[in-house]
T-cell receptor
Framework: NAGVTQTPKFQVLKTGQSMTLQCAQD?????MSWYRQDPGMGLRLIHY???????DQGEVPNGYNVSRSTTEDFPLRLLSAAPSQTSVYFC???????????FGEGSWLTVV | EDQVTQSPEALRLQEGESSSLNCSYT??????LFWYRQDPGKGPEFLFT???AGEEKEKERLKATLTKKESFLHITAPKPEDSATYLC?????????????FGQGTILTVHP
């Protein structure tokens, strides 16, 4: 997984609760992204970052916040969880040298 | 709008029975077409990146090819361990690193 670590692996939330999915990398990659994967929908980009202090929205950003205070960490925050946010979340880094994206192992989130 | 369509949705093969998976795409200025393999409960694993029509890449029993409108992932003499979901994605011209558009995937099952 190219040094991409996601925590937690599994989480159950109640509607309205907040939480943060953590993503850390140890390879000093500038570009990091968050995707969600839903049955029949494929992987969809939530937010991405091109470096510390710089973030931007992807295809499905509503309900999520991100920040990038360091190169190593790119947390994804759910401010008020909704059942529609039940999904599998993947953090990814872009390896410029290899010119491809490498994904973490995923975080399974259920909102009840 | 960039679009990626994969077919078939699911494919069942007998061990040794060669076949191909299809990825049709519509994108403004292709900057790369990517193939990934995903095992249940895991993050997508990078396989190939293709950049221009006519390009081919191989890895063990897999060969990826690219035309101006589609890509094929050819599987020669598959084994049960090739069973997985295969994902196709594109990066459009003018987009930042880390912004890929994914297809819905093809679920491949290889029976012994």
């Amino acid at each position: 997984n190219a040094g991409v670590t996601q925590t937690p692996k599994f989480q159950v939330l109640k509607t309205g609760q907040s939480m943060t999915l953590q993503c850390a990398q140890d390879m000093n990659h500038e570009y990091m992204s968050w995707y969600r994967q839903d049955p029949g929908m494929g992987l969809r980009l939530i937010h991405y970052s091109v470096g510390a202090g710089i973030t931007d929205q992807g295809e499905v950003p509503n309900g999520y916040n991100v920040s990038r205070s360091t190169t190593e960490d790119f947390p994804l925050r759910l401010l008020s969880a909704a059942p529609s946010q039940t999904s599998v979340y993947f953090c990814a880094i872009w390896d410029i040298a290899g010119n491809t994206i490498y994904f973490g192992e995923g975080s399974w989130l259920t909102v009840v | 709008e960039d679009q990626v369509t994969q077919s078939p949705e699911a494919l069942r093969l007998q061990e040794g029975e060669s076949s191909s998976l299809n990825c049709s795409y519509t994108v403004s200025g292709l900057r790369g077409l990517f193939w990934y393999r995903q095992d249940p409960g895991k993050g997508p694993e990078f396989l190939f990146t293709l950049y221009s029509a006519g390009e081919e890449k191989e890895k063990e029993r897999l060969k990826a090819t690219l035309t101006k409108k589609e890509s094929f992932l050819h599987i020669t003499a598959p084994k049960p361990e090739d069973s997985a979901t295969y994902l196709c994605a594109v990066r459009a011209g003018g987009t930042s690193y880390g912004k890929l558009t994914f297809g819905q995937g093809t679920i491949l099952t290889v029976h012994p």
